[in-house]
């Protein structure tokens, strides 16, 4: 975090009471990478947790057969050397340092309760990982990517792919009770940012085991549940009837890159960081 701590500190962070670091897409990775250092910088009796949105980026081959995203990963571990917030039981292992900056590795290693939101069909990842541009795409593909109700058969059979990498990740840590998760079947990508947005209004909000995503977020961070884990994982598409099956409007994206967009309102009275992966050292306070 750099200087950033000193900084925070004069801003009220000495002070918090409670604390959810939060992020979406780049973010929400670089909420899993930063999470336990997050919470190390509390006392004990602050309440400290971690939301990572659309941050569970998987390591799998793109329709061409190549692996996309574990090029893009290998330049940014190597560009930004981030070598020194990589999980060091990955990097004791002896495996690549690009291996240890995929989310499925860094789940492993965290020590702080976190709710790892995701789309098991993620449509940044549909584009960019499954179908990227240099995979020379068919327009069968084209339209397959922009709009997951246009896929035939075959291409929701290669996107089960996608969402099986996922789960499997997650599951492989199935004893840290840090880890918590909701994982639906919605062609989307960060779910949890706007307050408008068809995520989070009831009764079209999608659901899981009969909650939408603000109940499940607001049982696991205010500790209503039976379990302090929070796990649901959704059926493969189209088998949810509760999806919205279109992406958040574009003008939420711009937004949200730009810091325009209003947070849910279950972060009103939380102390909230977010982190981009090109920006890791300058947390921004909402």
Known sequence: MGGGPYELKQKGLACSEQALLTGCSAGGLATL???????????????????????????????????????????VVHLQNVTGVLPKDCLLANKD?????????????IRTATFILNSAYDSW???NVVAPDRSSL???WRRCRADIRSCNSSQIQVLNGLRK??????????????????????????????????????????????KTLVEAVGDWYFGRSPSQ???????????????????????FTTELYYGKAKHN?????????EWKINGMDNPRIH
């Open 33 to 75: 990478l930063h999470c336990n250092d997050f919470r190390a910088r509390f006392p004990p009796e602050v309440l400290v947790k971690c939301l990572p949105d659309a941050g569970f980026f998987v390591n799998v081959k793109d329709i061409s057969g190549q692996r996309s995203m574990r090029s893009v990963y290998s330049g």
């Open 165 to 210: 990498a996922m789960v499997d990740g997650l599951k492989a840590v199935g004893d840290n009770e840090n880890c918590s998760w909701f994982i639906d079947s919605c062609f989307s990508h960060c779910q949890a940012w706007f307050d408008n947005s068809p995520w989070n209004s009831s009764p079209v909000a999608p659901r899981l085991g009969n």
């Open 125 to 127: 990842q549909v584009k």
């Open 138 to 140: 068919h327009e069968s």
């Open 97 to 109: 340092p690009t291996e240890c900056f995929f989310p499925a590795e860094i789940i492993k290693s």
């Open 265 to 273: 309102k279950l972060y009103d009275h939380i102390l909230v960081l």
């Open 229 to 251: 884990v929070v796990r649901e994982i959704g059926c493969e598409y189209p088998c949810n009837p509760t999806c919205n099956s279109h992406q958040l409007p574009s003008q």
